[in-house]
């Protein structure tokens, strides 16, 4: 079965192909010949999420999924959550983020963070979304060269290096979005199993 990852991002695309395996023919954006970006105008994530899932199921009538993802910052009354690509701007500068984010924190004893991410699937007509989300602190300042958005400035819980510290490897293992991608792989297989 085929079905459309709402994303250009080839790093999204071969983590869920590889998670997937032959069992469906995942397509990207790309493959549609869709190039422009897809709005994300409500206040939530499962909304925008499925906002996106949405728009190319009726444009392009396929199956297929959308993701959004947020920081929600506890001392910062959750911010930046649904605005966490534009939060500095529209021009979605993942330094100038960090920079404003940090400076927002100082002087707050207060840095515990959760990222979120909530996946949207559309099947057969039918929606079901799927959420994922990580525990951990804002650190004091940037670490590490892997990763992006917010990866050099977030620790996870039981870890003390943040996620750009982290092989991607690693990473993909513990982060909200490996969680919500492992619920979406194992709904998928059901419906395999009883198709």
């Known amino acids: 079965m085929r079905i459309c990852f709402a994303t250009n991002n ?18 990207s954006l790309s493959d549609l010949g869709h190039t422009d970006e897809l709005s994300e105008t409500h206040d939530t994530l499962e909304g925008n999420s499925m906002e996106k899932a949405c728009f190319i199921h009726e444009k392009y009538k396929v199956n297929c999924f959308a993701d959004d993802t947020g920081l929600l910052v506890a001392a910062l009354s959750d911010e930046p959550g649904v605005n966490s690509a534009r939060y500095a701007g529209p021009d979605r500068n993942s330094e100038n983020n960090m920079d404003l984010l940090l400076d927002k924190l100082k002087g707050k004893t207060n840095r515990k963070a959760k990222f979120v991410t909530i996946i949207t699937l559309i099947l057969n007509g039918q929606q079901h979304q799927f959420a994922g989300e990580i525990h951990g602190t804002i650190a004091h300042e940037r670490s590490g060269n892997r ?29 909200h979005r490996a969680i919500a991608v492992e619920k979406l792989v194992e709904f998928l297989k059901l419906q395999k199993i009883n198709a």
Request: charged share 30%; no cysteine; proline share 4%.
């Open 147 to 175: 990763g992006f958005g917010y990866d050099p400035i977030f620790i996870p819980e039981g870890k003390n290096i943040t996620f750009a510290d982290m092989a991607m490897e690693e990473k993909n293992k513990i982060s």
């Open 10 to 27: 080839n790093n999204k695309l071969n983590e869920i192909k590889s998670k997937l395996g032959k069992a469906y023919d995942i397509i």
